[in-house]
């Protein structure tokens, strides 16, 4: 037996997939407008060290910014997501986790890591309303929250 099999819902995981394709797809385009869509605010993003509620579209968008930026330093080809477990927490919210890989060429940049994610339908559209990511201070991701944490402006500083 597979852990998918004894804990997910093939509806919810088809779900998470979905989400996942369509904002790799917009991370690795830089497509701000697409990602935006499949997040709900005020969303809750949490790493080792840091905690933030981002509530703003600037917020997220200067996440999403150092995020894209860290991969093209990288040079990141490829985002590789799957969803390894997810089930439905009430008919709107999913509560899943996926594996991130990031690719450069055939080869990885960082070791694989987990993360969680509570999606919600909200007006028929599912999104992203919560994110915890294993990752460390040394990701891009941390980096950003921290400043977001600090009250930088967004607008003048650059998170690698």
């Not at 996440?63 to 799957?82: H, P």
């Amino acid at each position: 037996m597979t852990l998918k099999s004894d804990l997910s819902n093939p509806e919810a995981v088809a779900i998470s997939d979905g989400l996942l394709a369509i904002t790799g797809q917009a991370l690795m385009s830089r497509d701000f407008p697409t990602f935006f869509k499949s997040f709900s605010l005020p969303h809750l993003i949490t790493t080792f060290d840091a905690k933030r509620i981002l509530r703003t579209e600037e917020d997220l968008e200067f996440v999403f910014d150092a995020n894209c930026d860290y991969f093209a330093e990288k040079q990141v080809t490829d985002i590789v997501r799957k969803c390894m477990s997810a089930d439905f927490d009430g008919p709107d919210t999913v509560k899943a986790m996926h594996v991130t890989h990031l690719m450069s060429g055939s080869q990885r940049i960082k070791d694989p890591f987990p993360s969680f994610s509570v999606l919600e339908r909200q007006d028929g559209v599912w999104r992203v309303c919560k994110s915890d990511y294993a990752v460390n201070a040394d990701y891009s991701l941390t980096t950003a929250l921290l400043k977001l944490e600090r009250g930088d402006d967004p607008k003048e500083n650059n998170a690698t």
